[in-house]
């Protein structure tokens, strides 16, 4: 079967450096994504990683291995605001989008 | 203005009742979608539409078929609600042929059978 997982919860503090593991078994691979989730509002685009490597964008960056099926976020100088869930997605070999539950972050001050 | 709508926002109905959920998206995307997502926080396919073709996923319950007027449309409709049915439902849109296929998702839909 096609299995997303990544950590329920985690908390870290303000001004901080997390790291969201996401790791993943699918049939076929055709990019990883990561959504950022607010607490009763929609799923909204954060980064694309179809490549091994990093990519940077901003405070968030995301990085792929494709040999280990493995992903992580990086959310660097952390704000309040970030407080979110953080959702993983593969696309697979028919292009359909495979999601994690999600992390929760919580930011404490 | 909201690249990708839904309404109605809040919908609280019986158990046994027909209803719809309308999605409309003014970003000329060609594939629309359908997701549930419960208690548990799951994003779950439903259905994946453009001009060509339907998938459906094959757990969903026929109960639930997507109808679609035009390409900027994609309506949910569900017949003989049940309990379980309770949810919040995603509409989302895509653009085919792009690198990254981002989906834009609708501010979602708050489906609760009483």
């Known amino acids: 079967g096609q299995n997303i997982d990544q950590p329920t919860e985690m908390t870290a503090t303000e001004g901080a450096i997390v790291q969201i593991n996401c790791t993943y078994q699918?049939?076929?691979?055709?990019?990883l994504f990561w959504y950022q989730q607010h607490a009763g509002e929609a799923p909204t685009f954060l980064s694309y990683?179809?490549l091994d490597g990093l990519e940077e964008k901003g405070r968030f960056s995301s990085f792929l291995s494709r040999s280990k099926g493995y992903s992580y976020l990086l959310l660097k100088e952390l704000q309040m605001k970030d407080s979110a869930s953080y959702l993983c997605a593969v696309r697979d070999s028919n292009y359909q989008l495979i999601w994690g539950a999600g992390t929760k972050l919580i930011i404490k001050p | 203005d909201t690249a990708v709508s839904q309404t109605p926002k809040y919908l609280v109905t019986q158990m046994g009742n027909d209803k719809s959920i309308k999605c409309e998206q003014n970003?000329?995307?060609?594939?629309m979608y359908w997701y549930k997502q419960d208690s548990k926080k799951f994003l779950k396919i439903m259905f994946s539409y453009n001009n060509k073709e339907l998938i459906i996923n094959e757990t969903v319950p026929n109960r639930f078929s997507p109808k679609s007027p035009d390409k900027a449309h994609l309506n949910l409709h569900i017949n003989s609600l049940e309990l379980g049915d309770s949810a919040v439902y995603f509409c989302?849109?895509?653009?085919?042929?792009?690198?990254?296929?981002?989906?834009?998702f609708g501010p979602g839909t708050r489906l609760t059978v009483l």
């Open positions: 989302a849109s895509s653009q085919e042929g792009r690198s990254t296929d981002t989906q834009y």
């Open positions: 990683n179809v």
């Open positions: 970003l000329g995307h060609d594939t």
């Open positions: 699918t049939s076929g691979f055709n990019g």
